[in-house]
Structures are given as structure tokens and as C-alpha cells.
């Protein structure tokens, strides 16, 4: 799910991904965010470039980001969109590769 979250300041409002199981959530009353940024010119390891940032809902080519947030729920503004199943699937997939998730340790 594509959010608007608050950065604490009351002043600037982002767009984020929600990386975090429901379940998650609802036990720590928190969520764990991949900002998005549209600076595209600068895709670092970790990072996706949105392919149909259009579908998801947002106004600029963008890139989520391979920096993880945690965020209090109440910093959630609003739903934005819903990040598109081949994006989300990317997204997952550099979250996998940046954590070594279902890798093997020599």
C-alpha cells in the first residue's frame, strides 16, 4: 500500500510504501516504510524505480527507496495507492537481497 506519512515535523509530507505484515502492525502499532523519492537520477543498491508510478498513484517518476523507516501509525496521513503487483514483487525481492533473507552463511 502506498501511504503519505508525516516526517514528525507537522511540516513535510512523503509518499511510502508500506513494507510491513498487517500483523506487524497491528501488534506494535507501527509500520515499517520504504520512502519514495523522485530523484530518479540516483538509484542506489536496495533501491526500485517505479515502473508504473502512474498506476500507483503517484504524480512524478519515482523511486522506493532501499532505506527502511519505522513510523508510529498515527504518522500515516492517508492511502495513496497501491503499488502494482510486478513493483511490490521488486520491491520485495531488493528488501530480500538487502537484508540476505534465504541466504546461506558460509
Do not use: C
Not at 5 to 11: H, M
Amino acid at each position: 500500500m502506498l501511504v503519505i506519512f508525516g516526517d514528525g515535523s507537522g511540516e513535510k509530507r512523503r509518499p511510502a510504501v508500506i513494507v510491513s505484515s498487517s500483523r506487524y502492525q497491528s501488534s506494535r502499532q507501527e509500520a515499517v516504510i520504504a520512502p519514495i523519492t523522485s530523484r530518479t537520477d540516483r538509484v542506489s543498491a536496495g533501491d526500485h524505480l517505479i515502473d508504473d508510478w502512474q498506476k500507483a498513484g503517484l504524480l512524478f517518476p519515482s523511486v522506493a527507496t532501499g532505506i527502511l523507516r519505522t513510523v508510529k501509525q498515527e504518522a500515516i496521513i492517508k492511502k495513496l495507492g497501491t503499488m502494482p503487483y510486478p513493483d511490490i514483487q521488486a520491491i520485495e525481492n531488493n528488501l530480500r537481497d538487502i537484508l540476505q533473507i534465504g541466504l546461506t552463511f558460509a
